[in-house]
């Protein structure tokens, strides 16, 4: 079958009240704006944006931000024909604060989680290259049992998968199973992408490099891509070894909300490009710093993939 789909990406969508003053704590905020928010919602955009086909599989709530999702990723061009609405759950929405270093956030999940089977037919995953997803996602049933299942499915389809470990325990409070769940997601090779932040939260500690590196390929990821902020980029890969790149230096950053899902939709368009490791960093930074020095989603008037070149 023709893969006419670049990437799936199925995991939560929601909105994300961003506050507006900067690096005021969510207490002391006053004003907050909209924003379309969800890690694999952002990258699905963000693909969409460089010109890739990608389809998003998530559900919203059956009311007027539901609405105003599909609406924003029809504009996009995201494929939205299997999102659902739920009737029984509302949106989901996360109030977060404008920060220029890891953002503060309360969560309100409802109908995010509630990903069933049936938005994931064998007939879609036929047609992709890229099945992508993310620890948020995977940490609440029914969404988990089903990404689990059709990751498998993706991965004997001949897919590359592809997983956001973006732990939070605040998220995720049972940390041993997230360790168990990942396992099983991970025996699917996929492309790891991590933070710094990411593995103090799920190790509940500072782990060397090597020890995070190893515990990823142990559970059968080749790649893993370690973010580390204004330290740069460290990528190991089981056959090529260890790579690393300095961060693109930034004079003012203005927000860091969704700056890893910028990151890492560079990287899986650079690797659909057949781009070399150190390419593909080179990419993902790029996207990266231009999310940063904006404030929401990655800016309607540039064209992103000029910027990339």
């Given at each position: 079958m023709e893969k006419t789909?670049?990437?799936?990406?199925?995991?939560?969508?929601?909105?994300?009240?961003?506050?507006?003053?900067?690096?005021?704590?969510?207490?002391?905020?006053?004003?907050?704006?909209?924003?379309?928010?969800?890690?694999?919602?952002?990258?699905?955009?963000?693909?969409?944006?460089?010109?890739l086909n990608s389809a998003l599989i998530a559900t919203c709530g059956d009311d007027g931000l539901g609405d105003y999702i599909i609406r924003k990723l029809q504009k996009y061009?995201?494929?939205?024909?299997?999102?659902?609405?739920?009737?029984?759950?509302?949106?989901?929405?996360?109030?977060?604060?404008?920060?220029?270093?890891?953002?503060?956030?309360?969560?309100?999940?409802?109908?995010?989680?509630?990903?069933?089977?049936?938005?994931?037919?064998?007939?879609?995953?036929?047609?992709?290259?890229?099945?992508?997803?993310?620890?948020?996602?995977?940490?609440?049933?029914?969404?988990?049992?089903?990404?689990?299942?059709?990751?498998?499915?993706?991965?004997?389809?001949?897919?590359?998968?592809?997983i956001d470990i973006n732990f939070s325990e605040r998220i995720w409070t049972n940390r041993e199973e997230a360790h168990q769940v990942l396992k099983d997601y991970l025996s699917n090779d996929p492309l790891v992408k991590v933070s710094e932040d990411d593995c103090l939260r799920l190790f509940g500690e500072t782990k060397s490099e090597d020890f995070i590196f190893d515990y990823f390929h142990k559970l059968g990821a080749s790649t893993v891509c370690l973010t580390k902020g204004k330290d740069g980029v460290q990528l190991s890969d089981t056959n090529q070894g260890l790579l690393f790149q300095h961060a693109i230096p930034i004079k003012e950053i203005k927000d860091t909300t969704g700056a890893g899902d910028a990151f890492w939709t560079?990287?899986?368009?650079?690797?659909?490009?057949?781009?070399?490791?150190?390419?593909?960093?080179?990419?993902?930074?790029?996207?990266?710093?231009?999310?940063?020095?904006?404030?929401?989603?990655?800016?309607?008037?540039?064209?992103l993939n000029n910027s990339l070149e």
């Open positions: 789909i670049d990437i799936i990406c199925v995991g939560e969508v929601l909105i994300d009240f961003i506050g507006h003053e900067v690096n005021a704590p969510i207490k002391k905020a006053r004003d907050y704006h909209r924003y379309l928010g969800g890690s694999p919602t952002n990258v699905a955009v963000n693909a969409a944006r460089l010109g061009d995201v494929i939205t024909s299997q999102i659902r609405k739920s009737k029984a759950e509302p949106t989901s929405v996360i109030f977060v604060s404008k920060s220029t270093g890891t953002p503060d956030f309360i969560p309100y999940r409802e109908a995010d989680c509630q990903i069933i089977k049936s938005q994931i037919p064998d007939e879609l995953l036929e047609k992709a290259k890229i099945f992508h997803t993310t620890c948020f996602a995977l940490s609440k049933n029914p969404a988990r049992t089903t990404i689990l299942e059709s990751a498998k499915k993706a991965k004997a389809l001949g897919l590359q998968t592809s560079g990287f899986l368009y650079a690797r659909l490009k057949h781009k070399s490791f150190d390419e593909s960093i080179t990419i993902a930074q790029k996207l990266a710093s231009i999310k940063l020095q904006n404030i929401g989603r990655l800016p309607d008037n540039i064209n």
